[in-house]
């Protein structure tokens, strides 16, 4: 079964701590993007990256960051200097090339109290 | 910036009948425009995707079509069912495949 895997569903840490949120592709996907979405908003893109070991800062991309070692994995750190880092996040995959169809996963919760 | 607006925020509507979802974006200089569907607490589930070169696409009961120069797009849901009630959310992609994002809009099918 081809998907975009994200890992876990609900995640819950105390202020001041950096938390991963991992995301998977078994689509044999070059690009992948990590998206934000809260209450009432558009998604806002984080970060995305075209290919292996390269990647790039999105519209809101102050208080996170992200490694590209492997095609299939793109995971995203949610780090303390986030001032608001409670949200829906979203990770989307697509081929590389000319503007295509973005897949999307199922997302993780984040809470931070 | 690209904007991306969509009218109505939410609608209720009564099975049967047929639905208009409207998307309008600032800047016409996009590769092509999607349109997703997003259950409470869900991911993305692409639904059509437009070609910047294409007019319309079709799938099933769903129907979408692009003015790239006047920015904008319609999707119809042709005789709605209670399954149907989610949020739609327009999206436009850039020549980095970089999506810009309506707001969405909040469907409720009433049996």
């Known amino acids: 079964d081809g998907g975009i895997t994200q890992s876990p569903k609900y995640l819950f840490r105390k202020e001041g701590q950096n938390v991963t949120l991992s995301c998977e592709q078994n689509?044999?996907?070059?690009?992948m993007y990590w998206y934000r979405q809260d209450p009432g908003q558009g998604l806002r893109l984080i970060y995305y990256s075209q290919i292996v070991n390269d990647f790039q800062k999105g519209d809101i991309a102050e208080g996170y960051s992200v490694s590209r070692e492997k095609k299939e994995s793109f995971p995203l750190t949610v780090t303390s200097a986030q001032k608001n880092p409670t949200a829906f996040y979203l990770c989307a995959s697509s081929i590389a090339g000319p503007p295509s169809e973005q897949y999307f996963g199922p997302g993780t919760r984040l809470t931070v109290t | 910036k690209q904007e991306v607006t969509q009218i109505p925020a939410a609608l209720s509507v009564p099975e049967g009948e047929n639905l208009v979802l409207n998307c309008s974006f600032t800047d016409s200089a996009i590769y092509n425009l999607q349109w997703f569907r997003q259950d409470p607490g869900k991911g993305l589930t692409s639904l059509l995707l437009i070609q910047s070169s294409q007019r319309e696409q079709t799938s099933g009961r769903l129907n979408a079509s692009l003015d790239k120069s006047s920015g904008r797009s319609t999707l119809y849901i042709a005789a709605s069912q209670p399954g149907d009630s989610a949020t739609y959310l327009c999206a436009v992609t850039d020549g980095n495949n970089r999506l810009a994002f309506g707001k969405g809009n909040q469907v409720v099918v009433i049996p």
């Open positions: 689509l044999n996907h070059d690009a």
